[in-house]
Nanobody, 118 residues
Framework: QVQLVESGGGLVQAGGSLRLSCTAS????????MGWYRQAPGKQRELVAG???????NYADSVKGRFTISRDNAKNTVYLQMNSLKPEDTAVYYC????????????WGQGTQVTVSS
């Protein structure tokens, strides 16, 4: 059984920073691409940032220059450093990873709330 556990969400003022972490555990053979998505109330879930196993990254236009995704393969962990936060960044943030056990499946974390006050 594979689990993705997120941490690091919370309440922050506009202009502040937060760092999200997501660690995968279980009978993992390998982890391919990992990423962060977010879903604000009344909106669809959207990709925030992704990172491949080789370290290539991609970002939503709305977060470019403010957010940085990284990963520690030895710890099966992906991070999202969020700087210059804006009220419109308020959402539940979900970790996502494509993981190979005896098959390759995309897993989701439980979500962590990020609230940015103006």
């Amino acid at each position: 059984q594979v689990q993705l556990v997120e941490s690091g969400g919370g309440l922050v003022q506009a202009g502040g920073s937060l760092r999200l972490s997501c660690t995968a555990s279980g009978s993992i053979f390998s982890i391919n691409d990992m990423g962060w998505y977010r879903q604000a109330p009344g909106k669809q879930r959207e990709l925030v940032a992704g990172i491949t196993s080789g370290g290539s990254t991609n970002y939503a236009d709305s977060v470019k220059g403010r957010f940085t995704i990284s990963r520690d393969n030895a710890k099966n962990t992906v991070y999202l450093q969020m700087n210059s936060l804006k009220p419109e960044d308020t959402a539940v943030y979900y970790c996502n990873a494509k993981i190979t056990t005896n098959q390759r499946i995309r897993y989701w974390g439980q979500g962590t709330q990020v609230t940015v006050s103006s």
